[in-house]
Each structure stands twice: as C-alpha cells, then as structure tokens.
C-alpha cells in the first residue's frame, strides 16, 4: 500500500526580509521539507491574492497558520484571510506557530482555536511560539529542544490529517 505524502499548507502573514517571523516561518518550512509526511504549500498572504485560498485551503490535507501576536491576539489581515475561506476549512486539522511579546504568542493561539472551532475545524493542541530572544541571528532555534517539538507536533498533525482526509473522501461533511 503506497501512501501519499500530506499536502500541507503554511499559512504565513509575508516573508518580507529581515522580519522575525520570515525567520519563523523559513524554519519552520524547513522542518516540514524534512518530514516524508508532508508536501509543503507555503502562502504568502502579502502575495497571494485572497482570491486564491480557498482552493488551495481546499486542496490541502492539514493548515499551519503562522502568526504574530499583536494586543493580545492575531493581526486583521489573518482573520480576514481566514474569513476569506470558509468552507474548506470544514474537517480540516490546523495548527499554530506562533510568536511575539512575553507569550511567544501563544494568546494568538488561544484565539484561532476559538476561530477555528467555529469554522469546524480541528485544532492541534500543541502549538509552538516564540519570542525573538528564541532565535538566533542565522534564523534557528537557540534551544536544541526545538526542531524535535516542531517535529512532534507535525506527527500530531499527521496523525489527524490521515483520517480526515479520508473522512472527507468516503462522506461530505454535514452542513
């Protein structure tokens, strides 16, 4: 039996140069390109149109959101891009990483998953965040520890992605 690799979806605000969370989120890529599970979609939300999601949410196994904290929760232009979807999001597992302020913006977090509770979504419960202090100038982890929990949470998300993918294969989900 062949199993085909995840398409997984990394949902990134932009990767303009010099910014933290281009640095999170080209970690975090990499990460996912070492995984056999998954085959990597990487959206630049300041590059691509919202026109474009909803397919591309579609057409994916698994969603990681990656985000900055801002006021204690996630900028407008996420949940636009969000909002922008809808159905796609239906019977799909998300995840978060997260960063930004002392939380390491873990509230941003804590927010989407009520987001995407509404949305049907299934949420990871492990989520990785950070703080700038977190990485180093070369664009890593400074704690060793790190790339075995982005490691750890990408099985979570594979061990979801697997059977809703077939779910949503086999029975429509219910409106």
Do not use: C
């Not at 969370?21 to 056999?36: I, K, N, P």
């Not at 630049?44 to 579609?58: C, E, F, G, K, N």
């Not at 239906?90 to 804590?110: D, H, I, M, Q, T």
Request: glycine share 6%; charged share 25%; hydrophobic share 45%.
């Amino acid at each position: 039996m062949t199993v085909h690799p995840l398409r997984l979806v990394v949902l990134t605000r932009n990767l303009e140069p010099g910014r933290f969370g281009t640095a999170v989120t080209r970690w975090f890529a990499r990460e996912v390109e070492r995984s056999d599970e998954f085959k990597l979609d990487l959206i630049d939300l300041s590059a691509v149109p919202l026109t474009d999601l909803p397919p591309r949410i579609a057409d994916a196994d698994a969603v990681i959101i990656v985000t900055a904290e801002y006021n204690h929760a996630y900028p407008g232009d996420v949940k636009t891009a969000i909002d922008a979807v809808r159905r796609p999001w239906y019977a799909k597992p998300v995840g978060f990483v997260v960063y930004g302020g002392r939380s390491g913006g873990l509230r941003a977090a804590e927010q989407l998953r009520l987001v995407f509770g509404e949305l049907h979504a299934v949420t990871i419960r492990d989520s990785l965040g950070f703080r700038e202090e977190d990485f180093t100038d070369a664009g890593e982890p400074a704690d060793p520890t790190t790339n075995a929990a982005a490691a750890a949470m990408l099985r979570q998300l594979a061990w979801w992605a697997r059977p809703l993918r077939d779910a949503r294969a086999d029975t429509p989900y219910p409106e």
